[in-house]
C-alpha cells in the first residue's frame, strides 16, 4: 500500500510536467472558454438555453475527444516504459507488482479525470457569474459520468498497455478500439443499421454494451426525449427502461468494464514476461 | 547460497536463448559473465531478477523463486543496466522511489555520489533524462552501492564513464564488502580482472566455460 501511493505520487508528479498534459487541459479548459466567447449558452436552438445547454454540449464533444485522449496518452505507460528499458530498472526495487500496476492506474486516472472536471466546473463559475442558475443535477450527473467513463478507458488502455510490447502497436490498437466504439453511437453505425432493418435486440444490445454510447444516453437523460439530438436506439431505451435504471446503468456499467480490463491488465501483467 | 540455478531454459520464438543453463553462485563469488552479443547474459540476469517466466528448470535466488518472491529477492539485489534508461522522473522524485522503496536513506546515496564527484543536491530539480550520460551512470552507481545488497549486478556498467569515472568506480568496488557476490556482465575483462575471483563464459544460449580464478 505504502509503494502504491508512492508510484501514484511520482506518476502524478511526472505527468503535471508532460507536453500531453498541458495539451490536454488546455483543450477542456479551451473548449469551455470557447463556448463562453461564442456565446453558445445564449443560442436558443434546440429547446434549452443557458448553463445546461453549454454543458450538453461540453458533454457531447467530451465523448468524441476524452476516450482518445485518454487512450493514447495511457497506451504508452507500461509499454513505452517497457520499450525504454524504464520498466527494467523501476522494477529491480522491490516493488510489488500489484503495486506499481495500480499505482500507475490510480495516478493516472487523478491526472485524466481532474481537468475535465476542472473544465466543468469552469463552465459552471462562468455560467453562474453570468446569471444562470445551478443545475446541481446535471452537474453530479455529468461529474460521475465523466468519472465513469475515465476510468472505462483508463481499464481499455491499461489493458493494451500491458499485452501489446510495441508502443506503436499499442497506439494502432487505441485507435482501433476509439473507432469502433464510435463507429457503433446511436447517430452512426446504429443509424444506419436501424434504417436497414437490422434486428432490433441487436442493435440495442450493440447500444447498450457500447460504453460511449451509454454514456452519450446517460448523458442527455435529464434532457426531454424528445429531443432530436437523442438519436432512436436512446430514445427507445430511455422509454422503455425508464430515466432512473437508465443512469445507473450509464454510471455501473462502464466503470465494470474498466474494472474488468484493467483486471485482465493486470493479469496480463504479472503472468507475462515483464520485459 | 546466492544464486541455485538447475537446468534452466528460456525460448524466444522458438530459440534457446537459455539452453538448460546450471550454475550456483555463492557468496563472495565475484563473476565476470562474459560471452557475444545473443550469448544470452542479460537474458540470464533478467531471470535472476523476475523478468522472465522460466520454461524449465528451477531458480532461487537466496533460496526463493524470483519471481513468486520478487520483493524479498530484490530487497538483497543491486542491479545497474547498460544504459541508463530515459526516466523521467526528476533526481529528488526517484532518491524518493529508491528510498522507500527499497529503505536507503537518501543521504547514503547523496554520500556515494559525492565519491564519485557528483553533486546531487545542486540537481535535485533535474529531470534524470536530462542529465550527461555519465551523470546518469554515476547517479546508477551510487544508488546501487548505497542499497548494500547481497548481490550486485552490472550490466556493462562503465560503458558510459570517462577514464576518470571509470577509475573512480572500480575504486568504490574494491572497498565493498568480500561476502558481497557481484555479477560484471562485461567484454572488458582487462577493467574488473582485480575484482572477479570467477570467470563464466557464455555462447548460444548455453555456459561454455566456468572458471575460478
Known sequence: MKNLALIAYLDIKESLRSKWFYVYSFVFGGLMALFFITGVSDAVVM?????????????????????????????????????????????????????????????????????????????????????????????????????????????????????????????????????????FIDIALIGLMLQNRLDDKIILALAMLNPIEVFRIGAISLFDPELTVIGPVAYYLLDSLGRNLLIIYAVVYPVAVGGVFALFGYIAFKKRDLL | MIIKAKNIS????????????????????????????????????????????????????????????????????????????PIKLNIEELL?????????????????????????????????????????QKLLIAIALSKKSKLLIFDEPTANLDPKGRKQFYELLSGINRECSTIYITHRLDEIEGLINRKIYMELGKIVEDERL
Open chain 2, 96 to 136: 524518493k522511489y529508491v528510498s522507500k522503496s527499497s529503505g536507503i536513506p537518501k543521504e547514503a546515496i547523496v554520500k556515494e555520489a559525492k565519491k564519485m564527484d557528483l553533486n546531487l543536491k545542486a540537481n535535485l530539480n533535474k529531470p534524470f533524462f536530462k542529465l550527461s550520460g555519465g551523470m546518469k
Open chain 2, 10 to 85: 528460456k525460448k524466444f520464438m522458438r530459440e534457446y536463448v537459455l539452453d538448460h543453463i546450471s550454475f550456483n553462485l555463492k557468496s563472495g563469488d565475484r563473476v565476470a559473465l562474459m560471452g557475444p552479443n545473443g550469448a544470452g547474459k542479460t537474458t540470464l540476469v533478467r531471470a535472476i531478477l523476475g523478468f522472465y517466466k522460466l520454461d524449465g528448470g528451477s531458480l532461487e535466488v537466496f533460496g526463493k523463486n524470483p519471481i513468486k518472491s520478487r520483493v524479498e529477492v530484490l530487497g538483497g539485489i543491486s542491479f545497474i543496466p547498460q544504459l541508463p534508461p
Open chain 1, 47 to 183: 429547446g434549452f438555453t443557458g448553463l445546461s445547454r453549454m454543458l450538453l454540449i461540453f458533454i457531447q464533444i467530451t465523448i468524441i475527444i476524452l476516450p482518445i485522449f485518454i487512450l493514447i496518452t495511457t497506451v504508452k505507460s507500461i509499454a513505452g516504459d517497457r520499450e525504454s528499458h524504464i520498466l527494467e530498472y523501476m522494477l529491480s526495487f522491490p516493488v510489488s507488482l500489484k503495486s506499481y500496476y495500480w499505482g500507475k492506474m490510480a495516478g493516472r486516472f487523478v491526472t485524466v479525470f481532474l481537468p475535465v472536471f476542472f473544465a466543468l466546473l469552469m463552465g459552471v463559475i462562468f455560467g453562474l457569474i453570468k446569471g444562470g442558475s445551478l443545475p446541481w443535477g446535471l452537474i453530479l450527473l455529468y461529474t460521475v459520468l465523466i468519472f465513469a467513463l475515465c476510468f472505462t478507458f483508463l481499464g481499455i488502455a491499461f489493458f493494451i498497455s500491458s499485452v501489446v510490447k510495441s508502443t506503436d502497436i499499442a497506439l494502432g490498437s487505441s485507435f482501433s478500439v476509439w473507432i469502433l466504439l464510435l463507429a
